[in-house]
């Protein structure tokens, strides 16, 4: 009975080793086999990151490509620079000046004398003067030197006359009569020329040439102006291309032009060349044709 209960638990007791055994076994498999599943999605998932990063940078590179295609072929197409590619220059002074800039008799900023022509932008120019560090007192500031700043200087005596180098101002007559006109001294005031018909403006320009010059020195000829004395130096800046001019002219007396400011002396204008009519043209064809002639301009036609 002893021995039939011994080897009752006997087995008991292998059976449990045997089960306890089985159930290691069984524990070492399922999570060898879990562990396997868990690295193999570890591995995909770390794939599929790199293949998405190689393929953005795929596609960069994709689009870089064509953009550096694109800049090669402009670069390719770009020539060398042309003269239209080239900056604008600065205006260059008048022919004649290059020719006057070779007879400088007395040099230095004082050795230089202004002859201010009635609307040709003298006031402008002697304020400027007067202005400079060296005080130049050119036209209305020198009174004393010489005279009535719309004085004709080629009524001038020797002496004056060749004691200095002179510039002077010259205009497209037509333009200077219309800017006449319209002078605050001995123009039409604004007041009175806007009620003037283009009629009106024609028969006070005509009128005024026939009279020729006037006591206060307007509408005088431009030739008056002029010397024939080769002992006389005279630069003549056109109105025209004036900074360019008188930046030039003044060069050659060692004086610095920073800034011209204009000052015409009269007000808001009514009229201009264009209002001026034929027969107002042949007026100033036939008592100015000197000054057409003698200072470069054409000749206006009907």
Not at 93 to 105: E, H, I, M, N
Not at 140 to 169: C, I, N, S
Request: hydrophobic share 35%; net charge positive.
């Amino acid at each position: 009975m002893a021995n039939g209960r011994g080897s009752s638990c006997l087995r008991s007791v292998l059976l449990g080793v045997f089960a306890y055994c089985l159930g290691a076994l069984t524990v070492v498999y399922c999570d060898a086999a879990f562990g396997s599943r868990r690295e193999g999605r570890g591995s995909h998932k770390v794939l599929e990151d790199n293949s998405t990063a190689e393929a953005s940078a795929l596609q960069a590179e994709s689009r870089r490509q064509p953009e550096a295609g694109t800049t090669t072929t402009e670069a390719a197409n770009v020539g060398p620079a042309t003269k239209d590619d080239k900056e604008p220059k600065d205006p260059q002074p008048s022919p004649q000046l290059l020719k006057s800039a070779l007879r400088v008799r007395h040099s230095g900023p004082q050795g230089l004398k202004f002859i201010h022509i009635s609307k040709t932008g003298g006031t402008s120019i002697e304020e400027l003067g007067i202005h400079l560090p060296e005080q130049l007192h050119w036209g209305a500031w020198d009174r004393a030197e010489y005279g009535y700043q719309h004085g004709a200087f080629r009524f001038f005596p020797p002496a004056k006359r060749q004691k200095y180098d002179w510039f002077l101002v010259s205009r497209n007559p037509v333009d200077r009569f219309v800017s006449e006109y319209h002078c605050g001294f001995e123009g039409v005031n604004y007041m009175q020329s806007r009620f003037h018909t283009q009629k009106d403006f024609n028969d006070w320009i005509q009128g005024r040439l026939r009279q020729g010059g006037t006591p206060g020195g307007h509408f005088i000829m431009m030739t008056d102006y002029l010397d024939a004395d080769p002992n006389v130096t005279q630069h003549i800046v056109r109105f025209e291309n004036l900074d360019a001019d008188l930046r030039f002219v003044l060069g050659l007396y060692n004086i610095t032009l920073k800034r011209l400011r204009h000052d015409n002396g009269g007000g808001k204008r009514m009229f201009t060349k264009r209002n001026i009519s034929n027969e107002t043209l042949a007026y100033i064809r036939a008592y100015y044709a000197a000054d057409f002639v003698n200072f470069g301009y054409p000749l206006p036609m009907t």
